[in-house]
């Protein structure tokens, strides 16, 4: 992993505020208003390691994905991997797993962090998951086909389970329908889910590739959903290496994150980032504007454990806390009113003052219009799930609480 040249130092000295290679692997956070440089920052450093030949992974939902695009140097193209909205890289996240057992508990995984695990009572989730073994067995594993074989064999499933048929729709196929159509309702998620897999951490990983997904121009809960179930693949990627000579440098950047975390297990999956990704040799680097959708025991680990925090100047409450972080160096003051593209790190237990340097020239033009041609298959739970009204979901709340009574 390089060391990485931050800007310039302007407290007397005129060296370049660097991050030493030891400690990048222990993350970096930055905080900072808007419009104060903490984008053109992580561009900055993102060019810096793509020279190298180790994995750049970049998760967005502004405009740094397409700055970062236009500035990158002509030789690194080849190792790009662009993921957009509209021409996604498809992903299978089941598939990783090695046996049918392992591949089921990956789905229910997948299922708590994507649809949260308040939705379904303990019992409800045991029915569930025994319907699932059933299909698991007639099926190879991906969203579509699981979830067709299950409309298809609905008779057999019931079957095999001891129930009655309308018993089996009432109890099981009905959620667990609820439950898959999150992932399939939308055209753009079926893009992802159901089109033939092409992107593979391990292939990032091994292959050294840069990896940009640019999740803008949708609503919050699509980037939370895809962000959030491709930050699950990637994590268990790189915290299942448990060779050590299998792990391998990976720079992981990730602005506005808190775009990205979705119900407490995304944000258990954030905390394992920060708290192992040292040993793994993944050297996280996340920025935010404020401490909004951040959670008090998720922002009090990564203030506590980064090997680097920046703040540009920030709001009142965000600088008091950095304040602290910073070792009540600086009067809360100076921290919230700091000139624009101007900024504070603690750097290896060293605190400094400095500039960064001004975006690079464009050396080519992003294309906002790419579109993935391939027709998307259709939603194979259309016909039974009527609504996604808010009357719909409340019915269904209430059936379950009823039910958990
Ligand atoms: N060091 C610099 N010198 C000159 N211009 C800069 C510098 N850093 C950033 N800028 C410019 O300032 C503007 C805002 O910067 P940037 O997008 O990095 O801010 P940000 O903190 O990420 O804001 P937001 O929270 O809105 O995303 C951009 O147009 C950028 O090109
Ligand atoms: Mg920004």
Redesign the pocket.
């Known amino acids: 992993m390089r060391t990485l040249t931050l800007g310039i130092g302007n407290e007397g000295d005129s060296l370049a505020a660097l991050i030493p290679e030891s400690k990048r692997y222990r993350s970096t956070y930055i905080i900072?208003k808007?419009?104060?440089?903490?984008?053109?920052l992580l561009a900055h450093a993102i060019l810096q390691d793509v020279k190298k030949p180790y994995a750049t992974i970049v998760f967005d939902t502004?405009?740094l994905i397409p700055d970062v695009y236009e500035q990158l140097p002509d030789e690194v193209l080849p190792r790009v991997r662009l993921f957009t909205i509209q021409a996604p890289i498809p992903h299978n996240p089941i598939v990783r797993a090695k046996d049918k057992g392992e591949q089921l508990a990956d789905l229910f995984d997948i299922i708590n962090i994507v649809v949260g695990q308040s939705s379904s009572t303990r019992e409800l989730t045991e029915r569930q998951r025994r319907a699932l073994q059933i299909v698991f067995d007639g099926t190879t594993p991906t969203f579509l086909e699981i979830t067709q074989y299950l409309v298809d064999h609905k008779a057999a499933v019931a079957k095999a389970m001891n129930m009655a048929g309308e018993d089996f729709d009432k109890i099981v196929f009905d959620s667990l329908a609820d439950r898959l159509n999150e992932f399939l309702m939308e055209e753009r998620r079926r893009r992802v889910l159901c089109l033939p897999a092409e992107l593979d951490f391990d292939e990032v990983l091994d292959k050294g590739q840069i990896l940009l997904v640019w999740l803008s121009g949708v609503s919050p809960a699509t980037i939370r959903f895809i962000g959030s179930l491709l930050f699950q693949s990637l994590s268990s990627t790189i915290l299942e290496r448990e060779q050590k000579n299998k792990r391998k440098d990976c720079a992981l950047y990730i602005d506005e994150f808190a775009d990205f975390i979705r119900f407490a297990k995304g944000a258990e999956n954030f905390m394992r980032m920060f708290r192992n990704g040292r040993k793994y040799l993944a050297a996280l680097t996340v920025a935010h504007?404020d401490f909004k959708g951040v959670d008090d025991k998720l922002l009090g680990t990564i203030h506590s454990v980064v090997g680097t925090c920046i703040a540009?100047s920030c709001g009142a409450s965000e600088a008091q806390k950095l304040h602290h972080v910073f070792l009540d160096r600086y009067p809360v003051s100076t921290i919230a009113a700091q000139p624009d593209?101007e900024a504070i790190g603690l750097i290896d237990n060293e605190l400094i003052r400095f500039?960064?340097?001004?975006?690079k020239k464009p050396k080519r033009e992003f294309d906002y219009t790419r579109v993935d041609p391939r027709p998307v298959p259709p939603n194979p739970l259309a016909a039974f799930v009527k609504a996604t009204s808010q009357e719909a979901t409340e019915d269904l709340e209430n059936y379950r609480r009823k039910r958990k009574a």
């Open positions: 900072g808007p419009g104060k440089g903490k984008s053109a502004g405009d504007t540009f593209y500039a960064t340097l001004p975006p």
